[in-house]
């Protein structure tokens, strides 16, 4: 039996990109990380050496940079999505190209209650996410997040789940509910506005999250789920990953102690993972 290459693709990861637009004296940046790779009939690098097809990774990255100064950072998406079409322009052989951009959020410093105009400080919240997937034919968008830490004191249960003889849980009618949620979601239409897209999503998330009693992480992930899909025709599908991130109530009894859910410690590992995908029935 003979053998033969599969599945290859390459390109350039984590070229960290940062756009300052100084056209004003108000400042503004957009700090990213880009991940080129092209995909498609680089059969001959591999099998006979012959780079002559090959777009340099190096060439890739300086694309990167170029496109952040010739094309502008509007978005994470728009920008991933002029990048993906340049890269298929440059290498013929490619059929396929999937950029990946992490977005770092800075804030403007606030000085006596205004924002500085070119200091910011970072924001220590979620990475900001967005893929863009191009064909000769297609392109398909992901925007997203990662490491969103979320997390409630209260309006959480879990119980009534099935037991067997290693079942050692206690049922909890109220306990803290704590995730670092990643969220992507595959856009069937472009929004006019990226920004105000992404910040929608990301406060319908939030908002669900804290007003939806939750009878399980699971639950919670439906509900937010739902309500993006409800609320947003031009999403078609949004999918979470979810750790649990368990807080256990410590028993302070040999301390002569009461502890009515108020002191918890929070366990690194292992952590329950919780991971769904909502979408749309099939017309
Ligand atoms: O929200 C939860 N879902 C589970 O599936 C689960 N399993 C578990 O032990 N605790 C929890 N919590």
């Known amino acids: 039996m003979g053998i033969v290459l599969g599945a290859n693709q390459y390109g350039k990861a984590e070229t960290r990109v940062v756009r300052i637009v100084r056209d004003t004296p108000r400042h503004t940046i957009r700090d990213l990380n880009v991940s080129t790779a092209l995909r498609g009939d680089f059969a001959a690098a591999h099998v006979d050496g012959d780079q002559a097809a090959v777009l340099p990774t190096d060439t890739q990255k300086n694309t990167a940079f170029a496109y ?14 002029a990048l993906s079409e340049r890269l298929l322009e440059a290498a013929p052989a490619a059929t396929g190209a999937r ?20 200091a910011f400080v970072r924001r220590g919240q979620e990475v900001r996410t967005a893929t863009v997937g191009r064909t000769r034919e297609a392109v398909a968008v992901e925007s997203g997040f990662r490491d969103l830490v979320v997390l409630k004191s209260t309006g959480s249960e879990f119980k009534g789940f099935l037991r067997d003889e290693y079942t050692t ?3 909890a009618d109220d306990r803290i509910l704590a995730t670092s949620l990643d969220a992507t979601w595959r856009h069937r239409a472009d929004p006019e506005d990226w920004d105000a897209s992404y910040a929608a999503v990301r406060a319908l998330v939030m908002a669900t999250f804290a007003t939806t009693y939750s009878r399980a992480l699971q639950e919670t992930l439906y509900a937010m789920g739902r309500a993006v899909l409800e609320a947003h025709d031009d999403l078609a599908e949004i999918s979470f990953s979810a750790p649990n991130k368990h807080h256990f109530l410590v028993d302070l009894a040999p301390f002569g102690l009461d502890n009515p859910g108020e002191v918890f410690v929070a366990a690194d590992r292992p952590y329950g993972l919780i991971e769904a995908t909502v979408t749309r029935e099939e017309p």
């Open 68 to 81: 952040a100064k010739r094309h502008g950072v509007s978005s994470p998406e728009d920008y991933a999505l």
């Open 99 to 118: 950029v990946a951009v992490d977005e770092y959020a800075w804030e403007r410093i606030q000085v006596d209650g205004t924002g500085h105009d070119h």
């Open 169 to 171: 849980l206690a049922e």
